[in-house]
Nanobody, 122 residues
Framework: VQLVESGGGLVQPGGSLRLSCQASGNIFSIYSMGWYRQAPGKQREVVAGITNGGSINYVESVKGRFAISRDTAKNTVYLQMNSLKPEDTAVYYC?????????????????WGQGTQVTVSS
């Protein structure tokens, strides 16, 4: 399974970005996908997870601002990020697993992308 993220960049506080993650390879058994982020000096944090069945979960710090969605036909998962804050600055990674669950546990996921940088700054 290969995961390729895109859509990161520099945005001002209060702005929006949409991240995309294209999955390829042995994708037919992937059931759950998610997004996690890691900022310098901080622990890895899964911010959102989604299953094929439509179950969704968010970490508290992004609820009401981020939205995860999935286009199964395109093998793509998205993360719409609104009302961005400087503390959202991090490298964002796409993750996938054959397990069932919209988990926020990084160890739940077996496959990871290379990441895309998101910087929120004025």
């Amino acid at each position: 399974v290969q995961l390729v993220e895109s859509g990161g960049g520099l945005v001002q506080p209060g702005g929006s970005l949409r991240l995309s993650c294209q999955a390829s390879g042995n994708i037919f058994s992937i059931y759950s996908m998610g997004w996690y982020r890691q900022a310098p000096g901080k622990q890895r944090e899964v911010v959102a997870g989604i299953t094929n069945g439509g179950s969704i979960n968010y970490v508290e710090s992004v609820k009401g601002r981020f939205a995860i969605s999935r286009d199964t036909a395109k093998n793509t998962v998205y993360l719409q990020m609104n009302s961005l804050k400087p503390e959202d600055t991090a490298v964002y990674y796409c993750a996938a697993t054959f397990k069932i669950g919209a988990s926020l546990d990084p160890q739940f996921y077996a496959y990871w992308g290379q990441g895309t940088q998101v910087t929120v700054s004025s």
